[in-house]
């Protein structure tokens, strides 16, 4: 059948610092490439361009929703900025001794300063922790010094500090200085700061001015050549049939993790002594991949104890702890959100309630989540993992 050609765009990296924590892994993407449908020609075709973030549009703000490629493409733009970069510090554009020129013409030549980290990559929750640090330890012109000196800055996930209003007055205050210097700044959010509760008009307006790109998760053309790289990058042998029957199998608008997770499932169908053809093997990689989208109460229970630093059974049980209340109630709330099911069974889940003691919890909670803050925050992220599992 006829289909729509895929563009292949090389994902590049600045060489970035190490550092710890659970956003680490997420930074290195699972192919070394974009592979673009109809859906994202739009960011490989700004990929493309020669110009300087100054010069189309600053900021550069990178929309989509977990899994369509932001952070590979934020990195890759910033890798084409920081070429740039050095080539405009080279030694013949230096006009004269302290002054670096511009190579945009007829831009005014700034004075020379400490050495810059050429590229600054920040998830934009480490940005809010990393200025509430600051500001108790009375050292926010150090904290802002380091966000000013980079080359290009990379904020992730601005969402993640909805209803963090010093850390987004913070945050639109640089960008705006950011851009009255013509220095590089990348922001990736889940989606337009304007349709995000929490999100301050002062922050969106900041985030707006420049250039916008709308990403998309893998459509079908993608999708199919996503499969047939993820395998071969396993050195796993998929016919063109077997291909086809997977990606007509899977749920629509999936991301790249939970592609690689059905090629995973294969691997181990093949491991075990069966043939990676056979229709059983895929319908089962389909079947794996298939559960992910809606999870169950026990998964809930167990995402919201982690985060509350509790257990399972704490949730279950009958203290009325506020800590353990708090969690109780957040898991039953997503139970009913993420799941198909009724009050009555959230309730005998949680040590037997009666289904309108969870149905007072869930009204309750939903109250509570457009006031508290960190509330807001943690449904929104233990929602996102596990809708995006896999």
């Known amino acids: 059948m006829d289909r729509s050609p895929v563009e292949t765009l090389d994902l590049l990296r600045p060489p970035l610092p190490a550092r710890r924590g659970r956003r680490q892994q997420e930074v290195t993407p699972l192919l070394p490439v974009f592979l673009a449908g109809p859906e994202n020609r739009f960011p490989v075709f700004v990929c493309r361009q020669q110009e300087a973030i100054a010069e189309r549009g600053n900021p550069l703000l990178l929309v989509g929703g977990s899994g369509s490629g932001k952070t590979a493409i934020a990195l890759t733009l910033a890798t084409h900025e920081e070429k740039r970069h050095r080539t405009a510090a080279s030694p013949e554009t230096v006009s004269s001794p302290g002054m670096v020129s511009s190579p945009a013409a007829g831009r005014e030549a700034r004075p020379e300063g400490p050495p810059a980290e050429t590229v600054l990559y920040l998830p934009a929750i480490d940005f809010a922790r990393g200025f509430a640090d600051a500001v108790q330890a009375d050292d926010v012109d150090h904290f802002r010094q380091r966000i000013?000196?980079?080359?290009?800055?990379?904020?992730?996930?601005?969402?993640?500090?909805?209803?963090?209003?010093?850390?987004?007055?913070?945050?639109?205050a640089r960008i705006e200085q950011r851009v009255q210097e013509q220095r590089a700044t990348i922001l990736t959010c889940r989606r337009l700061p304007t349709e995000l509760r929490g999100i301050r008009p002062f922050l969106a307006s900041r985030m707006l001015p420049g250039l916008t790109v709308p990403m998309e998760r893998p459509g079908p053309e993608a999708r199919r050549e996503i499969v047939k790289r993820l395998a071969q990058q396993v050195?796993?042998?998929?016919?063109?049939?077997?291909?086809?029957l997977l990606c007509r199998g899977l749920p629509g608008g999936i991301p790249v993790r939970r592609l690689n997770a059905a090629i995973n499932q294969l691997r181990l169908w093949e491991k075990n002594g069966g043939q990676v053809d056979d229709p059983r093997a895929v319908q089962s990689a389909v079947d794996a991949v298939g559960k992910a989208s809606e999870p169950t109460i026990a998964q809930i229970t167990r995402a919201v104890a982690r985060r509350f630093q509790l257990k399972t059974s704490d949730l279950k049980s009958s203290t009325r702890r506020q800590q353990v209340v708090r969690a109780r109630s957040l898991a039953m709330l997503l139970s009913r959100q993420l799941t198909g099911s009724?009050?009555?069974?959230i309730g005998s889940y949680f040590g037997g309630r009666d289904h309108t003691t969870v149905l007072h919890a869930c009204r309750k909670t939903e109250e509570l989540i457009e006031t508290n803050s960190d509330l807001h925050q943690t449904a929104d992220e233990v929602t996102e993992q596990l809708t995006q599992a896999g």
């Open 342 to 345: 009724s009050f009555q069974a």
């Open 235 to 244: 050195e796993l042998p998929l016919a063109e049939e077997t291909v086809d």
């Open 148 to 172: 000013m000196s980079s080359g290009c800055l990379i904020l992730d996930d601005v969402h993640t500090i909805a209803d963090k209003l010093p850390a987004q007055e913070e945050l639109a």
